[in-house]
């Protein structure tokens, strides 16, 4: 629908490695979809058990998975969306409709990003599910088309606004995410003056949620810092956000340039704990013992929590369809998206923008596999002056580490303070 269909290249796999690749219809400059060196078996393996009936249904996942510029990689985030799709596919996909899957990298710079978002308009996809730009927002542009963005990862405040009307956030990220690790610092550090570090272009939005939250829960922020990507010492930037008497420093910020702090915070002997967003396994294997006393907010559980029932899913889905893909939060909000869009695709007469449109905007109690709490966009979220109205998941995990494993302070899902 609207437009002319991708062209999915899906060569058979060799030595357990196959690549996906997408080209963009040949109008204007030519766009390349891909992602890197997925392993596993992968939807086409898993869909020839099948006959499949009527045409495939398509979405799109318009992500950032490298972001030079500002030091990010999440290249992980291709394989847990792939390893949903294959197992989808392998249960008879969507009421027999075969679903496909096809990853667009906007590589931190707008006039990619921008072109991810104009080909998907220009394509058959009905839905994107768990993408994160950095630069620009892509409501604005999929929005007018009736795209649904599923479990959006929203790394600008415009993903998160009322004009917003089709994007359904994993949660509010760190926007909403902010104020419970400001939350952590009053809470269990007992801090009273606090420092914010923040990488990239939204660093002054977040400063300012924080700071205007920041009296109500009887903190001072002392401290603000905003890291470039590219820097290749932090020893200034640490040294400044442990000035003004700080007790605690909040990173609002990618965990791997998390990792990069609380390794320079090691290395220059700063006693302030710091309080991060959930640092990945290579990030931990990194610091080692570095990382002892930090504190981390989660958007899930842990992945040794097999009792919720969508660790244990996503666990034994990664190891059956994409084995080498690194296990974390980043891989497991697109897998989640694409099993809340099958979930929801599933109930509707026709798959189409439209429908899929309209049935996430009047969603209620969806199931979300206790990863969140069931999924509703009834309530906007009202905390922060009502600035991020779509943040309809505001609950968090709040851990602290021993060593290089993370404890959870409470046993269940926080919502963050308003």
């Given at each position: 629908?609207?437009?002319?269909?991708w062209?999915?290249l899906?060569?058979?796999a060799?030595?357990?490695?196959?690549?996906?690749?997408v080209?963009?219809?040949?109008?204007?400059?030519l766009?390349v979809?891909s992602?890197?060196?997925?392993a596993g078996?992968?939807a086409a393996?898993?869909?020839?058990?099948f006959k499949?009936?009527?045409a495939?249904?398509h979405?799109?996942?318009?992500?950032d998975?490298t972001a030079?510029?500002?030091?990010f990689n999440?290249?992980?985030a291709?394989?847990?969306?792939?390893?949903a799709v294959?197992?989808?596919?392998?249960?008879?996909?969507?009421?027999?409709?075969?679903?496909?899957?096809?990853?667009c990298?906007?590589?931190?710079?707008?006039?990619?990003?921008?072109?991810?978002?104009?080909?998907?308009?220009?394509?058959?996809?009905v839905?994107?599910?768990?993408?994160?730009?950095?630069?620009?927002?892509?409501a604005?542009?999929?929005?007018?088309a009736?795209?649904?963005?599923?479990?959006?990862n929203p790394?600008?405040?415009?993903?998160?606004?009322?004009t917003?009307?089709?994007?359904f956030?994993v949660?509010g990220?760190?926007?909403v995410?902010s104020?419970?690790e400001?939350?952590?610092?009053?809470k269990?550090i007992?801090?009273?003056?606090v420092?914010?570090?923040?990488?990239g272009?939204?660093?002054?939005?977040?400063?300012a949620?924080?700071k205007?939250v920041?009296?109500?829960l009887?903190a001072?922020?002392?401290?603000?810092?905003?890291?470039?990507?590219?820097?290749?010492?932090?020893?200034p930037?640490?040294e400044?956000?442990?000035?003004?008497?700080?007790?605690?420093?909040?990173l609002?910020?990618?965990?791997?340039?998390s990792?990069?702090?609380?390794?320079?915070?090691?290395?220059?002997?700063?006693?302030?704990?710091?309080?991060?967003?959930?640092?990945t396994?290579q990030?931990?294997?990194?610091?080692?013992?570095?990382?002892?006393?930090a504190?981390?907010i989660?958007?899930?559980?842990?992945?040794n929590?097999?009792?919720?029932?969508?660790?244990?899913?996503?666990?034994?889905e990664?190891?059956?369809?994409e084995?080498t893909?690194l296990l974390?939060?980043?891989?497991?909000?697109?897998?989640l998206?694409?099993?809340?869009?099958?979930?929801?695709a599933?109930?509707?007469?026709t798959?189409?923008?439209?429908?899929v449109l309209?049935?996430?905007?009047?969603?209620?109690?969806?199931?979300?596999?206790?990863?969140i709490?069931?999924?509703?966009?009834?309530?906007p979220?009202?905390?922060?002056?009502?600035?991020?109205?779509r943040?309809?998941?505001?609950?968090?995990w709040y851990?602290?580490?021993?060593?290089?494993?993370?404890?959870?302070?409470?046993?269940?899902?926080v919502?963050?303070?308003s």
């Amino acid at each position: 629908m609207l437009g002319t269909r991708w062209t999915v290249l899906r060569p058979k796999a060799t030595g357990g490695v196959r690549r996906l690749a997408v080209l963009a219809p040949l109008v204007g400059a030519l766009v390349v979809f891909s992602s890197v060196g997925i392993a596993g078996l992968g939807a086409a393996g898993a869909a020839k058990k099948f006959k499949f009936s009527g045409a495939a249904i398509h979405i799109a996942m318009l992500t950032d998975l490298t972001a030079p510029a500002e030091g990010f990689n999440f290249t992980e985030a291709s394989g847990g969306a792939e390893a949903a799709v294959d197992a989808v596919n392998a249960a008879g996909g969507i009421n027999g409709h075969k679903l496909e899957l096809s990853i667009c990298n906007g590589k931190g710079t707008p006039n990619a990003e921008d072109a991810c978002a104009r080909t998907a308009v220009k394509s058959n996809i009905v839905a994107t599910i768990g993408g994160a730009m950095f630069v620009n927002a892509m409501a604005p542009i999929l929005c007018p088309a009736h795209i649904a963005e599923i479990m959006e990862n929203p790394a600008l405040p415009a993903e998160l606004a009322k004009t917003a009307t089709c994007v359904f956030p994993v949660n509010g990220s760190a926007f909403v995410g902010s104020l419970g690790e400001l939350e952590m610092a009053t809470k269990y550090i007992h801090a009273t003056k606090v420092s914010l570090m923040a990488v990239g272009s939204s660093s002054g939005a977040l400063f300012a949620a924080v700071k205007a939250v920041a009296p109500s829960l009887g903190a001072k922020v002392v401290a603000t810092v905003t890291v470039t990507g590219s820097t290749t010492t932090l020893t200034p930037d640490v040294e400044e956000a442990a000035t003004g008497g700080s007790q605690s420093i909040i990173l609002l910020m990618p965990p791997t340039n998390s990792a990069r702090v609380i390794a320079a915070l090691h290395e220059n002997d700063i006693k302030v704990p710091p309080i991060t967003i959930t640092l990945t396994p290579q990030d931990l294997k990194t610091l080692g013992s570095a990382v002892t006393g930090a504190y981390e907010i989660n958007y899930f559980p842990t992945l040794n929590d097999t009792a919720v029932p969508g660790v244990k899913m996503f666990l034994s889905e990664m190891k059956k369809y994409e084995p080498t893909t690194l296990l974390d939060g980043t891989s497991m909000i697109p897998w989640l998206g694409v099993h809340m869009f099958a979930e929801v695709a599933s109930t509707l007469k026709t798959v189409t923008r439209q429908s899929v449109l309209e049935a996430w905007t009047n969603a209620k109690d969806l199931n979300a596999y206790g990863l969140i709490p069931p999924y509703s966009t009834n309530k906007p979220y009202t905390g922060l002056g009502g600035q991020f109205p779509r943040a309809f998941n505001d609950t968090y995990w709040y851990a602290k580490f021993k060593g290089t494993t993370a404890y959870l302070l409470v046993d269940h899902a926080v919502p963050s303070p308003s």
